[in-house]
C-alpha cells in the first residue's frame, strides 16, 4: 500500500521556522520526485518545491527561495522542508505528494501520482 505521512505543521510567528516531513512507503522511493504543495482557503493548490529523490535536484518557486530548504533521507525514505522567515501568507495546508523522476520540477497537481493527508500550517503577524 503506497502511504506518504506529511506532518510537522503548527502555528508560528511571522519570523519563525517549521520543519515539515513527508515519511512514503509503498513505492521504490528512490524512482521518485517528492513535491511539496500547499493549499490556503479559497486558493488553489501551489506547488512550492520538489527534490528528485535519485540525483538530489532540488526546485523552489521563486517566494520560498531562500527560506525554504527541501531535502531527503533515503535510508528514511522521508524528504523534509525546513521552513525559515515564515510569513503569514505561508499559511496554508502543506501537502506532499510524489510523481515518477522523469517529472521532478513540475508542478501540475494531477501529474502526481500519490498524495499524502495535508499538515496546517500557520503563521501569525
Known amino acids: 500500500e503506497v502511504q506518504l505521512q506529511a506532518y510537522g505543521g503548527g502555528l508560528v510567528q511571522a519570523g519563525g521556522s517549521l520543519r515539515l516531513s513527508c515519511t512514503c512507503s509503498g513505492f521504490n522511493f528512490d524512482d521518485y520526485a517528492i513535491g511539496w504543495f500547499r493549499q490556503a482557503p479559497g486558493k488553489e493548490r501551489e506547488g512550492i518545491s520538489s527534490i528528485t529523490v535519485g540525483d538530489g535536484t532540488k526546485y523552489y518557486i521563486d517566494s520560498v527561495k531562500g527560506r525554504f530548504t527541501i531535502s531527503s533521507d533515503n535510508a528514511k525514505n522521508t524528504v523534509y522542508l525546513q521552513m525559515n522567515k515564515l510569513r503569514p501568507e505561508d499559511s496554508a495546508v502543506y501537502y506532499c505528494?510524489?510523481?515518477?523522476?522523469?517529472?521532478?520540477?513540475?508542478?501540475?497537481?494531477?501529474?502526481?501520482?500519490?498524495w499524502g493527508q495535508g499538515t496546517q500550517v500557520t503563521v501569525s503577524s
Open positions: 505528494a510524489a510523481v515518477t523522476a522523469e517529472y521532478g520540477g513540475g508542478y501540475t497537481p494531477g501529474a502526481y501520482d500519490y
